[in-house]
């Protein structure tokens, strides 16, 4: 396809001998993003260059925060069984300790001494954001965040 050739053509970019290093390395590293960005403007020209073929999503013309199917934003609490929410609690207990876990290790890491970093005023003003999305993540019934290091083996 169109977009695989002009990503793959851009990628090897990196070992070519035109223009200097840094056009070469930006081409390289951004060449899929331009490539669907390139095929997608192709397929909106007039005539023989528009005949590319490229599946357009359909989106739905009611507004995007209108929920898709009929149900509240809010999770209704009241209508799980007594049993369901004590079971709820022993997995909810594992993740607080893993969140609470993560966010101190990861703390402990970037504070060492030898980083020479002092804190600010606003030091653990990240565990109450922290706590208060994942209190309103709960109750919309959306995942979520974590603040594992994007090279965490978890």
Not at 71 to 90: G, K, N, P, Q
Not at 98 to 108: A, P, S, V
Request: glycine share 6%.
């Amino acid at each position: 396809s169109l977009v695989f050739l002009l990503a793959s053509g851009l990628e090897s970019m990196r070992r070519s001998v035109l223009f200097w290093s840094t056009p070469r390395r930006l081409l390289a590293d951004f060449g899929a993003i331009t490539a669907l960005v390139v095929a997608t403007l192709l397929s909106y020209f007039p005539g023989d260059i528009g005949k590319v073929s490229i599946k357009k999503l359909t989106l739905p013309s009611s507004p995007p925060w209108d929920p898709s199917l009929e149900r509240s934003w809010l999770v209704d609490m009241t209508a799980l069984e007594t049993h369901y929410i004590f079971l709820a609690m022993l997995p909810a207990l594992l993740v607080a300790v893993l969140f609470f876990l993560d966010h101190n290790i990861t703390g402990l890491l970037t504070n060492r001494p030898e980083n020479q970093l002092f804190k600010g005023t606003a030091y653990h003003l990240d565990f109450i954001s922290r706590a208060c999305i994942t209190l309103v993540t709960s109750l919309l019934g959306l995942p979520w965040c974590h603040g594992a290091l994007p090279f965490s083996p978890m």
